[in-house]
C-alpha cells in the first residue's frame, strides 16, 4: 500500500483480515460435515449430471469466436 501499486488486492487483504478477527463483515461459515450411507452414495453414481447430457448431433463447427465477418460483394 506503501507503493501505492495493486491497492484493490491491498483492500481485499485487510477486509479478509478482519473478517477472520470478527471485527468486520460477514462471518466465515461453520463447518458443514455431511455424513452419506454406503447406499446413498451408490444411488449417486446412478444420476446423470445435466452436463453430461447430450447436445443433439451439434457442435462448435462454424464458430468464428474473436475472428471478423467477411462479407462477399
Known amino acids: ?9 491491498c483492500v481485499i487483504g ?3 483480515l ?3 478477527m470478527g471485527a468486520y463483515g460477514p462471518k466465515e461459515a461453520d463447518a458443514n460435515k455431511r455424513d452419506f450411507t454406503e447406499e446413498q452414495l451408490k ?13 443433439k448431433g451439434a457442435n462448435q463447427s462454424g ?11
Open 1 to 9: 500500500m506503501y507503493e501505492g501499486q495493486n491497492l484493490h488486492q
Open 14 to 16: 485487510i477486509g479478509a
Open 18 to 20: 478482519a473478517r477472520k
Open 43 to 55: 444411488a449417486g453414481q446412478n444420476i446423470i449430471g445435466l452436463q453430461m447430457g447430450t447436445n
Open 63 to 73: 464458430m468464428n469466436i474473436g475472428n471478423t465477418r467477411h462479407i462477399v460483394d
